[in-house]
């Protein structure tokens, strides 16, 4: 018999727990259970969700989950990739995907400069449509990323683990 981890022991904590279970679908035991797939699923869709600059990041990467089969507190852990200090990165990386795109310059337009006369929408032309663009494709890229990283991470370690126990004497 296999030893369990603490961090699945906390899983079954939670999966247990009478509300949180039955918030987060208890009747979705794979939810809270580790496998190369679905935590590859969670990793893609909490990578994905936590570029875009919307409340409630958290809930919404859970009911994705819930939704996909995927690993529920990992899709929810890389939410929080995208935090306060983290997300102007995030949204100017987003901006210049998106500027690179549609074949603006990368440089911040000279019409985008907030000032007490300014042309909002000069302001929405020019650094609103590469921010537009630039947010979904960063968050598809994102989840891409998060889903190969984690699937080859994944592999990379039962690999290491299957030729470590091969060269133990028996």
Known sequence: MQKKSAWMNASELLKNH???GRLFGSGKPLLWIPRRRSVAIGAAIGAAISVLPIPAQALLAAFAAIR???HLPTAVVLTFIGNP???LPILGAAWMLGAFCLGHPLAWPDTAVLSA???WSGLLHDAGMPLLLGVPLLAVLSGLLAFGLTVAGWRGVVLYRWRKRRMEPS
């Open 85 to 87: 200090f983290t997300m």
């Open 117 to 119: 006369d300014m042309d």
């Open 18 to 20: 009478p509300q949180i």
């Open 68 to 70: 996909f089969n995927a």
